[in-house]
T-cell receptor, first 114, second 113 residues
Framework: KQEVTQIPAALSVPEGENLVLNCSFTDSAIYNLQWFRQDPGKGLTSLLLIQSSQREQTSGRLNASLDKSSGRSTLYIAASQPGDSATYLCAVAYSGAGSYQLTFGKGTKLSVIP | NAGVTQTPKFRVLKTGQSMTLLCAQDMNHEYMYWYRQDPGMGLRLIHYSVGEGTTAKGEVPDGYNVSRLKKQNFLLGLESAAPSQTSVYFC????????????FGPGTRLTVT
């Protein structure tokens, strides 16, 4: 059974700092990996999707990398801002019955201090 | 486009009552999913659908039923609610052409007393 772990569970950084969030998974037979953002009391917003054949994806100040062989992904946030404060979730997609299902990590709660 | 919408946003039920949660998407996605999110447990898949008229069980299906009579709608039913079903429920949808990237609704907060 696929297991996804995110470390640390919580992170507090001063504004302007670059930071890295970590995600690890136990089964390398994944289809893709998604990073989501969740604000308190809200739904999930997809940030980046990395296909299994890709090594990284970039969107603005965000860069996600994927190393399937070692079962790891990182989300790099450059020049952090207070608006980046949220919980970040990592999820890996695997093949299910006729579809691709996601297994989620428990998230990293990020606080960016002004 | 509204994306994925969920009705209702909040609900309080007494033990043994029944209710239906509605998920609607306007993106013509084939695949739809129901998750629950609990503190310390993360998101877990309840049921999913790969197309109109089809449903399948996820990781935690017990106590729930689903139906997908129309492509744009996915209903989650609780026939006899239990306190253990107190949770936040999220619906999501995806399409093969976007590598099954999942788009989520805003959630329904359900409390069973």
């Amino acid at each position: 059974k696929q297991e996804v772990t995110q470390i640390p569970a919580a992170l507090s950084v001063p504004e302007g700092e670059n930071l890295v969030l970590n995600c690890s998974f136990t089964d390398s037979a994944i289809y893709n990996l998604q990073w989501f953002r969740q604000d308190p009391g809200k739904g999930l917003t997809s940030l980046l999707l990395i296909q299994s054949s890709q090594r990284e994806q970039t969107s603005g100040r965000l860069n996600a990398s994927l190393d399937k062989s070692s079962g790891r992904s990182t989300l790099y946030i450059a020049a952090s801002q207070p608006g980046d404060s949220a919980t970040y979730l990592c999820a890996v997609a695997y093949s299910g019955a006729g579809s691709y299902q996601l297994t989620f990590g428990k998230g990293t709660k990020l606080s960016v201090i002004p | 486009n509204a994306g994925v919408t969920q009705t209702p946003k909040f609900r309080v039920l007494k033990t043994g009552q029944s209710m239906t949660l509605l998920c609607a998407q306007d993106m013509n996605h084939e695949y739809m999913y129901w998750y629950r999110q609990d503190p310390g447990m993360g998101l877990r898949l309840i049921h999913y659908s790969v197309g109109e008229g089809t449903t399948a069980k996820g990781e935690v299906p017990d106590g729930y039923n689903v139906s997908r009579l129309k492509k744009q709608n996915f209903l989650l039913g609780l026939e006899s609610a239990a306190p253990s079903q107190t949770s936040v429920y999220f619906c999501a949808s995806s399409v093969r052409d976007s590598f099954y990237e999942q788009y989520f609704g805003p959630g329904t907060r359900l409390t069973v007393t």
